[in-house]
């Protein structure tokens, strides 16, 4: 067994989570772990806001309010962000009457238009759970444990795994999803690339569900069992879109044999090292998962043998509006066999030769063996 692969540095998600992290921990620190005292801060800072308008306005303009109210769309809940918002509004308007300064049309209509969207957005995210700082860890950090479900454990020497997920227009959330385990002390690895129904943010909760059920089955289930599982979990989910289609991949790592198992997936491309061939697995797979009860999944088997490449993949690497479907693959297994096959990069790569636009959600796993 090779030794354990050393950590990769941050993701841009791990380097958020501890910013938030650090940023609860100094409002503790300060006192200002509650929403009260955060409540009492920012309206203190709007009366501070107010006396720099009236004694100091060529440094402190009325748009210094718009800074506090975005800080407090951050950290407060409803209830603090509509004392907030009252505090400032009837400082504003104090000012004007008492004739301590004046403000322009403009002024009143963007403090109006301000006032209105964070509020809503406040209302929004409360409606959804995540109130203030907090709640932005909750998310970034649940969104992390579940995209730990998609690592690949350690392998033997020669065997690598490589993945690549771009979300449609570089969203946070994406559809298509990975899970893996390894049995039998590590010699029978199993893999499964999911694309849950819809894109982006509005496959992004589903996807996340759906990913943190799959990763508590596969390789706690004989491999056979594992998509008929997954099918009827989505049968008992109450979701609009409540299907997705899947490929479940098992390998057995001291010999190279494999089986392959479709759900409604398009069909993976064997690479063959020794002909040079891009071999399109292309048999008769089972319907998608979450809508027949009781569905089969007939099995591919195959072996891969040193310097061959299996690749699994979803649509949106492959589809395009009103274009062949065949013809993407095709481009596929071009690209394939111009970067894997010659060694000159990697599942990244694949996909930036093919070009596929950002309209949907797009996955790439390669399996190689050196």
């Given at each position: 067994m090779t030794p354990p692969v050393p950590a990769p540095p941050p993701s841009r998600r791990r380097r958020a989570t501890s910013a938030l992290e650090q940023l609860r921990a100094l409002l503790h620190r300060w006192g200002l772990g509650s929403q009260q005292a955060l409540t009492t801060l920012l309206v203190g800072l709007t009366v501070l806001a107010s006396a720099g308008i009236v004694y100091a306005r060529p440094w402190v303009p009325p748009s210094t309010f718009i800074l506090i109210e975005l800080l407090g769309a951050f950290l407060l809940r409803l209830r603090g962000m509509l004392v907030l918002c009252v505090a400032i509004v009837a400082q504003v308007l104090g000012i004007a009457f008492a004739g301590l300064g004046e403000f322009t049309p403009g002024t009143y209509l963007l403090q109006g238009i301000a006032i209105a969207a964070l509020l809503a957005f406040t209302a929004?995210?409360?409606?959804?759970?995540?109130?203030g700082a907090p709640g932005d860890l909750m998310i970034v950090d649940l969104r992390d444990r579940l995209a730990a479900h998609g690592q690949v454990p350690a392998l033997p020497h020669g065997w690598h795994v490589e993945t690549a997920i771009r979300s449609a227009h570089r969203e946070a959330f994406s559809g298509d999803f990975v899970v893996s385990a390894a049995r039998e002390h590590g010699e029978l690895l199993e893999i499964a690339l999911v694309d849950v129904s819809g894109k982006g943010q509005d496959a992004g909760v589903r996807s996340l569900q759906l990913s943190g059920?799959?990763?508590g089955l596969i390789g706690q289930l004989p491999s056979a069992d594992f998509l008929p599982a997954a099918n009827a979990y989505l049968l008992g989910q109450d979701w609009d879109e409540g299907f997705a289609?899947?490929?479940?991949?098992t390998v057995r790592l001291a010999t190279g044999e494999y089986t392959v198992a479709s759900a409604g997936?398009?069909?993976?491309?064997?690479?063959?090292a020794g002909?040079?061939?891009?071999?399109?697995?292309?048999?008769s797979g089972g319907p998608v998962l979450g809508v027949v009860p009781g569905a089969r999944f007939p099995v591919l088997r195959g072996t891969i043998d040193p310097g061959d490449c299996?690749?699994?993949?979803?649509?949106g690497l492959v589809e395009t509006p009103g274009g062949d479907l065949d013809l993407g693959i095709d481009r596929l297994r071009g690209a394939a066999e111009d970067v894997l096959a010659t060694r000159r990069g990697n599942a990244e790569d694949?996909?930036?030769?093919?070009?596929a636009g950002e309209g949907d959600d797009r996955a790439?796993?390669?399996?190689?063996?050196?």
């Amino acid at each position: 067994m090779t030794p354990p692969v050393p950590a990769p540095p941050p993701s841009r998600r791990r380097r958020a989570t501890s910013a938030l992290e650090q940023l609860r921990a100094l409002l503790h620190r300060w006192g200002l772990g509650s929403q009260q005292a955060l409540t009492t801060l920012l309206v203190g800072l709007t009366v501070l806001a107010s006396a720099g308008i009236v004694y100091a306005r060529p440094w402190v303009p009325p748009s210094t309010f718009i800074l506090i109210e975005l800080l407090g769309a951050f950290l407060l809940r409803l209830r603090g962000m509509l004392v907030l918002c009252v505090a400032i509004v009837a400082q504003v308007l104090g000012i004007a009457f008492a004739g301590l300064g004046e403000f322009t049309p403009g002024t009143y209509l963007l403090q109006g238009i301000a006032i209105a969207a964070l509020l809503a957005f406040t209302a929004h995210r409360e409606r959804l759970g995540l109130q203030g700082a907090p709640g932005d860890l909750m998310i970034v950090d649940l969104r992390d444990r579940l995209a730990a479900h998609g690592q690949v454990p350690a392998l033997p020497h020669g065997w690598h795994v490589e993945t690549a997920i771009r979300s449609a227009h570089r969203e946070a959330f994406s559809g298509d999803f990975v899970v893996s385990a390894a049995r039998e002390h590590g010699e029978l690895l199993e893999i499964a690339l999911v694309d849950v129904s819809g894109k982006g943010q509005d496959a992004g909760v589903r996807s996340l569900q759906l990913s943190g059920a799959l990763a508590g089955l596969i390789g706690q289930l004989p491999s056979a069992d594992f998509l008929p599982a997954a099918n009827a979990y989505l049968l008992g989910q109450d979701w609009d879109e409540g299907f997705a289609t899947a490929v479940h991949l098992t390998v057995r790592l001291a010999t190279g044999e494999y089986t392959v198992a479709s759900a409604g997936h398009l069909p993976p491309v064997h690479l063959h090292a020794g002909s040079g061939v891009v071999e399109l697995l292309s048999g008769s797979g089972g319907p998608v998962l979450g809508v027949v009860p009781g569905a089969r999944f007939p099995v591919l088997r195959g072996t891969i043998d040193p310097g061959d490449c299996l690749l699994l993949y979803t649509d949106g690497l492959v589809e395009t509006p009103g274009g062949d479907l065949d013809l993407g693959i095709d481009r596929l297994r071009g690209a394939a066999e111009d970067v894997l096959a010659t060694r000159r990069g990697n599942a990244e790569d694949v996909i930036a030769k093919i070009g596929a636009g950002e309209g949907d959600d797009r996955a790439l796993l390669v399996v190689r063996r050196g």
